[in-house]
């Protein structure tokens, strides 16, 4: 009879791993970084996430029948270098906590924490992935920010099946301020068509903040990549606008993944950006990364600001490389990282 308890008990916990799984990312590497936190000298040290965010993570799926699938992810930041949670201590999971519904041939609705729509885009045809060290989405702070990788909480989003290769999303995040509906509501609505190796994606962002008066921040944004087997090459534009503020700044980038062989590829990308009050950095990058393995892969990345009168522009991710930003007005920055990041 112990034998019978034991073996259905074994027998359920293994169907419960097979719908529900731990995942993550460790990712980490030597960092050398010139004009580094605010002034003129090199740092270098030990570096968190150069390819990818370290993480971990629960999801799980249950297939309810009819093409109707419940889903959930819970997932969390680590800052592998020191053992520290992530961005903010106190958020177990803050990369993402939402509940999915998805039905096959219509879409799907999720609710809970999520990237904002524009975020997973611009990560999608960032040259580098949307990391931490000289692509789009690590260069987007400092003199320019845009905006482009936000997360939203108390939000539901709706999208699309694809129809013909068209995929629509709109997400709507709840300010829950009692008294005031609008205080830091957001509302995104983005589209992306694809026609075989072309595709295109344009979103549209109104943040309203949580101080007195509810500013509103719009951000605007397209990307297009196309791949031409030998290489895949991506573009962007992004554009942010502050209710009460007169600057528009804005920014662009074009970009590059070239297959070299079937383990190695080679990065390169071009960000350009504008304040709108007369400074216009740049930021460049160029890597390599080498499969191991399915699950562990090997990369080089190299990157540069160039500054434009005082301007102070990061190459870098501030909070993933936190030690190597920063650098002072008017100062150019050289960052260089090696490094191995391993899925589970």
């Not at 309203?208 to 990549?225: D, E, L």
């Not at 196309?226 to 895949?232: M, R």
């Amino acid at each position: 009879m112990k034998k019978l308890v034991i073996a259905t008990l074994l027998a359920a916990a293994t169907g419960l791993a097979s719908a529900q799984t731990i995942y993550g990312i460790v990712d980490l590497g030597v960092t050398t970084a010139t004009n580094a936190e605010g002034t003129t000298k090199r740092a270098s040290g030990i570096s968190n996430g150069g390819l990818s965010t370290s993480r971990f993570g629960i999801k799980g799926a249950e297939d309810l029948g009819g093409g109707l699938k419940a889903e959930f992810t819970l997932e969390g930041e680590i800052l592998a270098d020191s053992g520290a949670q992530g961005t903010t201590a106190t958020d177990l999971f803050h990369r993402a906590a939402f509940l999915k519904l998805d039905q096959a041939g219509l879409g799907a609705v999720r609710l809970g924490r999520m990237n904002r729509h524009d975020y997973t885009q611009a990560v999608k045809y960032d040259a580098f992935g949307g990391n931490n060290i000289g692509g789009w989405v690590a260069s987007n702070s400092g003199t320019v920010d845009l905006s482009v990788n936000q997360r939203i909480s108390n939000a539901v989003e709706v999208q699309t099946a694809s129809i013909g290769g068209l995929v629509v999303t709109g997400q709507y995040g709840f300010g829950e301020v009692a008294g005031a509906i609008t205080s830091g509501r957001t509302v995104a609505i983005g589209a992306e068509y694809t026609l075989g190796k072309a595709s295109v994606a344009a979103n549209y962002v109104e943040k309203n903040a949580t101080t007195a008066g509810y500013a509103t921040t719009k951000v605007k944004s397209a990307y297009a990549a196309y791949d031409f087997g030998v290489a895949k090459t991506t573009a962007g534009y992004a554009q942010t606008e502050t209710e009460g503020t007169a600057a528009k700044p804005s920014g662009y980038f074009v970009g590059a993944v070239v297959p070299v062989t079937g383990k190695v590829n080679v990065l390169a990308q071009y960000n350009a950006f504008d304040n709108d009050a007369g400074a216009k950095p740049k930021t460049y990058a160029l890597g390599a990364t080498y499969g191991f393995s399915k699950r562990t892969t090997g990369y080089v990345i190299g990157a540069r600001s160039s500054q434009d009168g005082n301007s102070a522009q990061n190459v870098v991710s501030t909070s993933k490389y936190n030690g190597f930003d920063t650098p002072p007005a008017g100062a150019n920055q050289t960052v260089a990282s090696v490094g191995i990041r391993h899925t589970f």
